[in-house]
């Protein structure tokens, strides 16, 4: 996504020097040589020579000191291979073509993978997403109802992946040994995982290498992926093998596969590795995809194609998309965080007037996101505007490539910008944190809302209605619920999106911005390129304010509680001198998020304000004698608890019969209530 300006070094350029190197040395896509093919040499090889390679010839004690002046000088020492960011799990080399008349990719890969545990693994797990467009009876279809947010599938919308051959190295056929797994639901017809029992048990920190053929046929483009006439977006499109988590990855006591099938609500877990990536089109056609390109694309006129060429490394997935009506355009962009990056703008025509604003969204997002959180480490940023009709395919994030809305009008508002931004956060939360979204959305989704909302507002001056967003929260949930465990489409978004960003603002509220800018940036800093759990973010926090935030993660995070202030009664006692006391009780409903501010406004105008600390059930507020009537009492006037989310119960107005001593005016609060209990608060 992001890309250095020329003169400066950076470790992916380097990286990509010594990778064009390699290509130039040994020429096709492949896999290493039977005899070479250790995933630590392979990694080497793609970062430049070993360290015997890289140092001069060392002499004997014996050797003329003063060599001849005609003798060879020294070889110069090359610069030092850059360090990996990340523990490459896995290497993918990828060979597609796409059959645009078809709608079909047919591909190869090698993949090595490195056992990252201390046991001993027989068998691998496969992602093999496109299934999820098989039938109306997969569990994707199921669960969604045949639509993804406001998008629908269409009668074309079916699709799936075949896998025709795997064999090892050694040309051993598995094929037949490959089933199909339904560990979430049972549901035998649904062929999103895969199993395969190897010959060998690949010991700790061994690899294996298997080269795999397949053929994907896309569905008419729905839920992220297919094609829309000749638009062709390919996310999660090949065989991908799932996360094997050792003892203590996210809080683990055991190692095991984190398999799971593909959902209405979820989206993706993977390692981070490698990956070289050949992908052949018809001529005309633009390719944008994950990574930078080694060398320029090679056309082939006998054939009509034109094959790209791509490599990324520290990633945890690549994506590509493919039009012929692309307008291209590209601008290199470095900020303090932000070495130098190649912004590489992918437009549909449509919105070709619009190219200025997607190009100022990315710039300030990169500095901003790079200010706040970290630096971003990678060389290119891509951004696809998918044609009218191609809605499915936008709004969706993928390492270093981002999608936004489909280009439906030329009449935006500040959507354009706000998915730009939004897709962009992900870069952070899902790119190079990692965070399992089968398990816990919200560390992704949450977040990344959460910087979406902060950078929209500093650049463009939007301010987020929270008091709005937090009456959406009828049903709260808790945040780590699987997300297929949630009751709707709906009831996942609100919480994993909304209610994980109103926690994270909570937290902001009683500490201030400047500290939670310091728990993010050290939570990224500390968990960047691995995969942390909410309970690492709780300690992230904990250490870095020396408090401990066990009761608010347990109500709001753990538990599925928002918080509910309310004023449950007004007594009042008029004295023999005329003057009115009162006793206002004010409770606590649900989840306790103090402190709360509490307002009494009299007739005469006169105000008195209390601070509760909100943290017990109930508060009796004794004031004294005033020579006015009590007006109303108000909890929480000026909005400041972030997860309030029944407003209704903060405001009583002492409507009291004077005839009466005391008064108890709750009645009419509860009967509002039950009245209009089921509205959207």
């Known amino acids: 996504m992001k890309k250095m300006k020329l003169g400066r070094w950076r470790p992916v350029a380097i990286a990509g020097v010594a990778f064009a190197v390699w290509v130039a040395l040994w020429g096709e896509l492949g896999a290493p040589a039977a005899g070479d093919s250790s995933f630590g040499e392979a990694v080497a090889t793609f970062g430049g020579a070993g360290p015997e390679k890289a140092q001069a010839p060392k002499t004997n004690s014996g050797a003329n000191p003063n060599p001849a002046p005609n003798a060879a000088p020294p070889v110069p020492e090359k610069p030092p291979a850059p360090k990996p ?61 045949g639509k993804l947010r406001e998008d629908k599938r269409t009668a074309n919308s079916y699709g799936g992946m075949t896998i025709s051959s795997i064999e090892t190295t050694e040309g051993l056929d598995l094929t037949h040994r490959l089933s199909f797994e339904q560990p979430d639901d049972g549901n035998k017809a649904d062929k999103t995982l895969a199993k395969l029992r190897l010959p060998k048990a690949v010991p700790p920190n061994g690899t294996v290498t298997l080269k795999m053929s397949f053929t994907v046929q896309l569905p008419e483009v729905f839920a992220r992926m297919g094609y829309k006439d000749d638009f062709v977006m390919a996310g999660q499109w090949f065989p991908k093998i799932a996360v094997y988590e050792p003892a203590g990855t996210r809080g683990r006591t055991g190692e095991g596969w984190n398999a799971h099938q593909y959902h209405g609500n979820s989206e993706y877990y993977a390692d981070f590795g490698i990956y070289n990536v050949k992908i052949k089109v018809p001529t005309d056609y633009v390719v944008a995809a994950t990574g930078f390109p080694p060398k320029p694309a090679v056309v082939d006129k006998k054939s009509g194609t034109k094959t790209y060429h791509f490599y990324a490394d520290d990633v945890h997935d690549f994506a590509w998309s493919a039009s012929p009506h692309f307008i291209y ?121 959460y910087a979406e909302d902060k950078l929209m507002e500093a ?76 309970g690492d973010f709780q300690k992230t926090a904990e250490d870095v304010t020396k408090q401990s935030w066990a009761p608010f993660f347990d109500q709001f995070v753990y538990g599925d509680q928002m918080a509910d202030y309310a004023v449950e009664r007004i007594e009042r006692a008029k004295s023999d001198d005329g ?60 909005h400041g608890v972030v997860l309030e989310h029944k407003r209704i119960n903060n405001f009583m107005k002492t409507d009291v019969d004077e005839r009466l001593e005391t008064r108890w005016t709750m009645g009419v609060a509860k009967l509002l209530e039950a009245l209009f209990g089921t509205v959207v608060w």
């Not at 490539?401 to 706000?418: I, Q």
């Open 85 to 145: 960011m990340s523990n490459r799990v896995v290497e993918y080399h990828i060979g597609v073509a796409l059959d645009a008349e078809n709608h079909a990719l047919h591909g190869t890969q090698t993949v090595t993978w490195r056992n990252p545990g201390k046991e001993k693994v027989q068998e691998l797990y496969f992602h093999l997403y496109p299934n999820a467009f098989e039938s109306d009876k997969t569990t994707f279809m199921r669960e969604s109802g």
């Open 459 to 534: 650049e463009y001056g939007l301010t987020p209605s929270t008091t709005l967003e937090a009456s959406y929260m009828t049903n709260p949930a808790s945040l780590t619920r699987f997300a297929w465990n949630f009751d709707s489409h709906d009831h996942y978004a609100d919480n994993v999106y909304i209610r994980g960003k109103l926690v994270l603002l909570a937290m902001e509220k009683e500490i201030g911005e400047a500290k939670m800018k310091r728990v993010l940036r050290a939570y990224f800093d500390r968990w960047k390129f691995r995969h942390p759990s909410t």
């Open 329 to 449: 355009a590209e601008e290199p962009y470095s900020a303090p965080n932000v070495p130098g990056v190649k912004i590489k703008l992918y437009l549909d025509p449509t919105h070709l007037e619009l190219k200025e604003r997607y190009l100022y969204a990315a710039k300030k997002s990169l500095q901003h996101f790079s200010e706040w959180y970290g630096p971003y480490p990678y060389s290119t940023l891509s951004i696809v505007v998918p044609p009218e009709g191609a809605g499915g395919a936008g709004g969706m994030e993928y390492p270093t490539l981002v999608t936004a809305w489909a280009a439906d009008s030329a009449d935006v508002g500040y959507e354009l910008e706000r998915v730009v931004v939004h897709e962009i956060g992900h870069q952070y939360w899902y790119g190079m944190v990692a965070s399992n979204e089968f398990e816990e959305a919200w560390l992704d989704e949450g977040f990344t809302s």
């Open 579 to 638: 003057t009115y006391a009162y006793r206002v009780t004010v409770s606590s409903r649900g989840g306790k998020d103090g402190p709360v501010s509490v307002r009494f406004l009299y007739e005469d105008g006169q105000t008195i304000r209390e601070e509760w600390p909100g943290k017990e059930d109930s508060v009796v507020f004794a004031l004294p004698p005033h020579a006015a009537k009590l007006k109303h009492v108000v909890v929480d006037p000026e």
